[in-house]
Nanobody, 125 residues
Framework: VQLQASGGGLVQAGGSLRLSCTVS????????MGWFRQDPGKERDVVAAISRSGSPTYYANLVKGRFTISRNNAKNTVYLQMNSLKPEDTAVYYC???????????????????WGQGTQVTVSS
């Protein structure tokens, strides 16, 4: 299973970006998906997560109301729409896939089996 993340870049504070993560080599509709982010020297923390059916979803408090996670199972792709970006949103963003058959959205790193390579998001002030 391979995950390919894209869509990162440099944006001014208040701007928007949409990250995409396309999954190949597996059955995308069977995976819960998550977006995590990591600053240098810090832990990789969950940003948002979505169940295999598209509902429910989870958002970290820091991004609630600004970010939206969604998925298109026909395109094997999960998205993270990021609005009202802040300098503190600067990080490497990773997508991840979980095969665990437990009935709630996964928010812990160790609940995810496959990871993408990361895409840099930089928000300038």
């Amino acid at each position: 299973v391979q995950l390919q993340a894209s869509g990162g870049g440099l944006v001014q504070a208040g701007g928007s970006l949409r990250l995409s993560c396309t999954v190949s080599g597996g059955t995308f509709s069977m995976y819960d998906m998550g977006w995590f982010r990591q600053d240098p020297g810090k832990e990789r923390d969950v940003v948002a997560a979505i169940s295999r059916s598209g509902s429910p979803t989870y958002y970290a408090n820091l991004v609630k109301g600004r970010f939206t996670i969604s998925r298109n199972n026909a395109k094997n792709t999960v998205y993270l729409q990021m609005n009202s970006l802040k300098p503190e949103d600067t990080a490497v963003y990773y997508c991840a896939a979980s095969t665990a058959l437990i009935p709630f959205v996964k928010t812990a790193r160790d609940q995810y089996d496959y990871w993408g390579q990361g895409t840099q998001v930089t928000v300038s002030s």
